[in-house]
């Protein structure tokens, strides 16, 4: 079996997880595969990483502003990623990115396709209406509408995000399959001294709900003289709230260390997970905090709920809902019999249903749908 990976990733972040879990669930089975990324992605891990096992690598021109247009994409899809196809031959195309207005264009290349799509459309609709309006025009609905097909289909990380992207983008459900994101063991430490530190790791940026965060993380220090509140993950929210911190001079009680790549010692010494997201399609770093026994509090947002089962593995509460998690993450931090009670039940649930194995058995299966 040959596959093309066509992706598009951050420099950090869920869809970069998510590209070489994928390269490695393929060489672990021997799948032959190729990579298509533009220009400005071809990074050293990248190309290292590729070099080092033999993969292929076919790049592209980068896209332009334009390009990002759900009509224009299809032009540029087509003859960027037919080039790579004519010359592979691949048996499967897969594309991997977080931008769910473009990539119509594989759907006219005359190969068995996936297509990931890693969130739902709502973070950046509200924030462009004219994308909004040019996603729900009746052109671009019906290509959505009738260009999948059994050998040609959709899969998303959660049944909430299934749902938004069948409603904003026209998919029909029968094409969208949920196959929830997982970790793997080197996310897991089996440190069992814990500190009473509140974890979060993730982008920080407005749709995480930092504001919120904030609040609860001044309420709970001010209601517990040992806790800490650590925020790891870059985000164009950085900068201001390292500067509301200094500002309340709080920088030893409350912490944006930015991106790290030591994220696993964090788990090992945190008591609690905290995120408090406006927007989520899944939460990848909920599910690694359960794996590594930790309580999760988290919003009622998106496909959260999927993850944290509330009373059991951890709490839920509505984003703006700040009294509501302040009262949760203190009376996590007071009882420790509750804590490890729900960290237990989260480790649980998290080998049960969203371990690496799991994840690889439903995309193993599909692939053999598609390849037969």
């Given at each position: ?50 070099h080092k096992h033999g993969i292929p690598v076919f790049q592209m021109l980068d896209r332009t ?45 005359k190969k068995p396709l996936l297509v990931w799509l890693h969130g739902y459309p709502m973070s ?92 609860v993380a001044q309420n709970v220090v001010s209601a517990n003289k040992s806790v800490k509140f ?143």
């Amino acid at each position: 079996m040959k596959i093309l990976l066509i992706a598009d990733y951050g420099a950090t972040g869920g869809t970069r997880k998510f590209f070489f879990m994928l390269l490695k669930l393929h060489l672990r089975n021997k799948i032959h595969t190729a990579i298509l990324i533009q220009h400005n992605q071809a990074d050293n891990e990248v190309m290292e990483f590729c070099h080092k096992h033999g993969i292929p690598v076919f790049q592209m021109l980068d896209r332009t502003p334009s390009d990002f247009h759900p009509y224009y994409s299809i032009r540029y899809e087509i003859k960027q990623y037919a080039k790579a196809v004519q010359e592979y031959n691949p048996d499967i195309i897969i594309v991997s990115d977080g931008n769910n207005a473009v990539n119509l264009g594989a759907f006219f290349l005359k190969k068995p396709l996936l297509v990931w799509l890693h969130g739902y459309p709502m973070s950046w609709l509200h924030d462009h209406p004219i994308t909004q309006s040019r996603l729900k025009s009746s052109g671009i609905r019906l290509l959505r509408r009738f260009t999948p097909t059994r050998k040609k289909k959709y899969i998303t990380v959660s049944n909430y995000s299934a749902e938004k992207n069948h409603q904003n983008l026209g998919i029909p459900k029968r094409y969208i399959q949920v196959i929830y994101n997982s970790f793997d063991d080197n996310i897991c430490n089996d440190q069992v001294q814990k500190e009473p530190i509140v974890l979060t790791a993730s982008h920080v940026v407005d749709y995480k709900n930092p504001d919120v965060w904030l609040a609860v993380a001044q309420n709970v220090v001010s209601a517990n003289k040992s806790v800490k509140f650590i925020w790891l993950g870059d985000g164009s929210k950085l900068d201001d709230m390292r500067k509301v911190v200094t500002a309340e001079k709080l920088e030893d009680r409350i912490q944006f260390l930015g991106h790290r790549s030591d994220v696993k010692t964090f788990y090992g010494r945190s008591m609690i997970y905290f995120q408090p997201s406006l927007i989520e399609s899944f939460g990848l770093s909920i599910v690694e905090a359960m794996a590594n026994g930790i309580p999760c509090v988290v919003s009622n947002a998106g496909g959260l709920p999927e993850s944290v089962i509330d009373g059991e593995t951890g709490f839920i509460a509505h984003p703006d809902n700040v009294s509501q998690f302040s009262q949760y993450i203190v009376r996590l931090l007071n009882q420790q019999e509750l804590r490890e009670k729900m960290g237990t039940a989260g480790k649980k649930r998290a080998f049960q249903y969203f371990y690496e194995s799991v994840q690889e058995k439903n995309i193993l299966t599909i692939y053999k749908q598609l390849y037969h």
